[in-house]
T-cell receptor
Framework: EAGVAQSPRYKIIEKRQSVAFWCNPISGHATLYWYQQILGQGPKLLIQFQNNGVVDDSQLPKDRFSAERLKGVDSTLKIQPAKLEDSAVYLC??????????????????FGAGTRLSVL | DAKTTQPPSMDCAEGRAANLPCNHSTISGNEYVYWYRQIHSQGPQYIIHGLKNNETNEMASLIITEDRKSSTLILPHATLRDTAVYYCIVRVARSNDYKLSFGAGTTVTVRA
């Protein structure tokens, strides 16, 4: 089974430029997540999609970050304009929706390798 | 979701069991304990989860105390490839709400 694919693996930009990251989840996974991981910290959820609808974007800095998931499959995360503090690894994850009592706890997230962004 | 406390780092010898502690003293009755790990330059990887019973799979064992205020992840025979950051996460099982709240985790170094 193919895993979560992300591209590019690395990106270097200057502040105030824009950048986009792409994610292809595991086939059949309805839920997709974007996390930001700053060096030395655990990942922090930015946005969660259920099919092509947003479930939670409370931690997404909406003045500069945007994300979409067209047709409930691939997703893109964009930053415009980038700031120095956006330097981080951006991780995409996907999971399979399990709609039974208690089994909701068996929702396992599968992560991609991430995109490392450096803003200079 | 309940907060967890883990030691920042620990070493263990290759071939020996590694016991990783996690405190979650404010855990609620409907919150599960999850463990993920993150090997350098990779995304986090699911290891195991449990509610109140001890659990075992091909990767590890999870021991949860009777009062559920703490748990221990056991890697039975640590190898060099088990060197990683290990995250203990407590999460409510709610439909459509599966987000994981990661702390800083425990950096485990397996030494030959």
């Amino acid at each position: 089974e193919a895993g979560v694919a992300q591209s590019p693996r690395y990106k270097i930009i200057e502040k105030r430029q824009s950048v986009a990251f792409w994610c292809n989840p595991i086939s059949g996974h309805a839920t997709l997540y974007w996390y930001q991981q700053i060096l030395g910290q655990g990942p922090k959820l930015l946005i969660q999609f259920q099919n092509n609808g947003v479930v939670d974007d409370s931690q997404l800095p909406k003045d500069r970050f945007s994300a979409e998931r067209l047709k409930g499959v691939d997703s893109t995360l964009k930053i415009q304009p980038a700031k120095l503090e956006d330097s981080a690894v951006y991780l995409c994850a996907s999971s399979l929706e399990v709609r039974t009592g208690g089994a909701g706890a068996k929702n396992i997230q599968y992560f991609g390798a991430g995109t490392r962004l450096s803003v200079l | 979701d309940a907060k967890t406390t883990q030691p920042p780092s620990m070493d263990c010898a290759e071939g020996r069991a590694a016991n990783l502690p996690c405190n979650h003293s404010t855990i609620s009755g409907n919150e599960y304990v999850y463990w993920y790990r993150q090997i350098h330059s990779q995304g986090p990887q699911y290891i195991i989860h449990g509610l109140k019973n001890n659990e075992t799979n091909e990767m590890a064992s999870l021991i949860i105390t009777e009062d559920r205020k703490s748990s221990t992840l056991i890697l039975p025979h640590a190898t060099l490839r088990d060197t990683a950051v290990y995250y203990c996460i407590v999460r409510v099982a709610r439909s459509n709400d599966y987000k994981l709240s990661f702390g800083a985790g425990t950096t485990v170094t397996v030494r030959a």
